[in-house]
């Protein structure tokens, strides 16, 4: 997924707790989704980046023969340009598409 076409904010904004629970009714519960989705966005884009780079890595331990690419600066600094993935994580949760199911609570509704 192309994580920089998304709407999220670059900065930290204040979100209002009980809007933002609403759907879970347990602000906890939402922080613990939100939380979820963001570990699974950092690994994902930590895996993208650690594949780009890896087509720049050299194999020799020569320390004389260490040197900047320029392509390899210009994907780290993309990437430094990203979202954080809480945001990404949150923005993703107020537009619906966090699939989430709390087993216990489906339990009881059979019951």
């Known amino acids: 997924m192309d994580y920089r076409k998304t709407n999220a904010p670059v900065t930290t904004v204040t979100r209002d707790m009980m809007e ?7 602000v ?5 989704i939100i939380g979820k989705r963001a570990n699974q966005i ?8 650690s594949k780009k780079l890896a087509e ?6 020569n320390l ?9 600066i210009e994907i ?4 430094e ?9 949150t ?9 989430y199911r709390n087993p216990s609570k489906e339990k009881e509704k059979l019951q």
């Open 56 to 61: 720049f890595a050299s194999y020799n331990d």
């Open 81 to 89: 340009k990203l979202p954080k993935p809480t945001l990404i994580a």
């Open 91 to 99: 923005q993703e949760y107020l537009e619906g598409k966090v699939y």
């Open 76 to 79: 780290s600094r993309y990437y």
């Open 64 to 72: 004389e023969e260490v040197f900047e690419n320029r392509e390899q």
């Open 42 to 49: 950092s690994v994902e884009i930590k895996n993208d980046l």
């Open 20 to 26: 933002l629970c609403e759907d879970t009714g347990n």
């Open 28 to 32: 906890y519960e939402t922080v613990a």
